[in-house]
């Protein structure tokens, strides 16, 4: 089946730094990625739907200067958490569609110190 | 705008045993997709089961299947002979099948399933 990648699985960064989070789609090209954003014991809840080549689709209520997002490529697509405060720590998840089902990332743990 | 509803946060069942999954969803679209997701412990999503809204045949996979009831807007998952693998979150998602390039999921916001050795 279809694989999607993830970088890195775990990060800790301080507060007021920056994160870049990766996201590849390791044997198929998706001009459309999405963003989901996890709390403990909850369901995801889509932050933004990536584009390859344009401007990033953010949900209501997600801060586009705080998470950044870039497709550059077929096959990744970019999150940067901007300026993290540990209100950010969270689990994140991206997806990729391929025909009628998306294939997910294994996910980024996200600690904000 | 679209709609998914887990109404069970958690169930359990004996290993062994079937056990059943609820979910209902709402939606003004004829033309659509309903999948069930299952998140074990490691937190990877896992594609259990899709059922296309235009087939009126449920759709099963081993010892999944689905009971998709278009008209009540209703689809929910059974598990039969249970495996202690099979505990995990389990969402229930839905995609429009109109919009090309916007394939996004809705969730609903899961059901905890527990196996009983």
């Known amino acids: 089946g279809a694989v999607v990648s993830q970088h890195p699985s775990r990060v800790i960064c301080k507060s007021g730094t920056s994160v870049k989070i990766e996201c590849r789609s390791l044997?198929?090209?998706?001009?459309?990625m999405f963003w989901y954003r996890q709390f403990p014991k909850q369901s995801l809840m889509l932050m933004a739907t990536?584009?390859?080549?344009?401007?990033?689709?953010?949900e209501q209520g997600v801060e586009k200067d705080k998470f950044l997002i870039n497709h550059a490529s077929l096959t990744l697509s970019t999150l940067t958490v901007t300026s993290a405060h540990p209100e950010d720590s969270s689990f994140y998840i991206c997806s990729a569609p391929l025909t009628y089902e998306q294939y997910f990332g294994p996910g980024t743990r996200l600690t904000v110190t | 705008a679209q709609t998914v509803t887990q109404s069970q946060p958690e169930m359990s069942v004996q290993e062994a045993e079937t056990v059943t999954l609820s979910c209902t969803y709402d939606t003004s679209e004829s033309d659509y997709y309903l999948f069930w997701y299952k998140q074990p412990p490691s937190r990877q999503m896992i594609l259990v089961i899709r059922q296309e809204a235009y087939k009126q045949q449920n759709a099963t996979e081993n010892r999944f299947s689905v009971n998709f009831q278009k008209a009540a807007k209703s689809f929910s998952l059974k598990i039969s002979d249970s495996q202690l693998g099979d505990a995990a979150m389990y969402f229930c998602a839905y995609r429009s099948a109109t919009n090309f390039g916007n394939e996004k999921l809705t969730f609903g916001t899961g059901t905890r399933l527990t196996i009983i050795p």
């Open positions: 990536s584009n390859e080549g344009s401007k990033a689709t953010y």
């Open positions: 044997d198929f090209q998706a001009t459309t």
